[in-house]
């Protein structure tokens, strides 16, 4: 069987590949899909963009589509940015605008008041209308200055306690094993291969 992965962010979709790797199924991304929509993510919630995501390139492509939609909750922001993390800084902010105007935010906020967490929601659609999703997240805090060249987003000042670095000076294969997205993936593939097995003709 083969599975789209709905995102055209190509750091995210070599991370899900990854994640996935294990899923005997082909897994084809919206490269193969150059017409496909332009999923407009307009939710509130990153369970709403996921889920629509997912729908919509599903219903496309006309085979199970895999999405995921990341927010970042910062306590002494009051859970902001929340499902908005990617336009933070204004609607086409790049990452680095982002980083900078989340620590701008923050300064001379202490260490110990600096909580947050990366939350993802992973969302599987079939083109007959079954979906499920499931939400993954890492606790942490905002560094006071950004570190690191692996990643993309936030990663450079997102610091994983157990870890003592951002995700950013994390190798993949640890931020693969530890992440947000790795949490959700992890509930989404046993999910999404039940869904499949439910669909397989019998004896197929």
């Known amino acids: ?42 939710g509130d919630t990153c369970e709403a963009n996921a889920m629509k995501k997912a729908v ?30 990617a336009r933070f800084a204004g609607e086409h902010a790049s990452y680095e605008d982002n980083c900078r105007k989340l620590l701008h935010e923050l300064e001379g906020v202490p260490p110990a008041k600096r909580g947050a967490r990366f939350v993802t929601v992973a969302a599987i659609a079939f083109p007959t209308g079954e979906t499920a999703s499931v939400r993954g997240v890492l606790e942490g805090s905002i560094a006071e200055r950004p570190a690191g060249s692996h990643g993309f987003g936030y990663d450079p000042v997102f610091l994983v306690p157990e870890q ?22 992890r509930q989404a593939k046993p999910l999404l291969l039940q869904m499949m097995a439910e669909r397989s003709p019998v004896g197929a």
């Open 1 to 42: 069987m083969q599975i789209v992965l709905a995102t055209r962010n190509q750091h995210k979709k070599q991370e899900l590949v990854a994640l996935l790797q294990d899923v005997q199924v082909v897994i084809r991304t919206l490269d193969d899909f150059p017409e496909a929509p332009d999923v407009i993510e307009d």
């Open 56 to 85: 919509e390139i599903s219903r496309y492509t006309g085979l199970p589509a895999v999405a995921d939609d990341t927010g970042l909750e910062v306590d002494a922001l009051g859970g902001r940015p929340g499902a908005f993390a």
């Open 164 to 185: 003592h670095q951002t995700l950013a000076q994390l190798p993949p294969e640890i931020k693969n094993n530890i992440s947000h997205r790795a949490r959700a993936l």
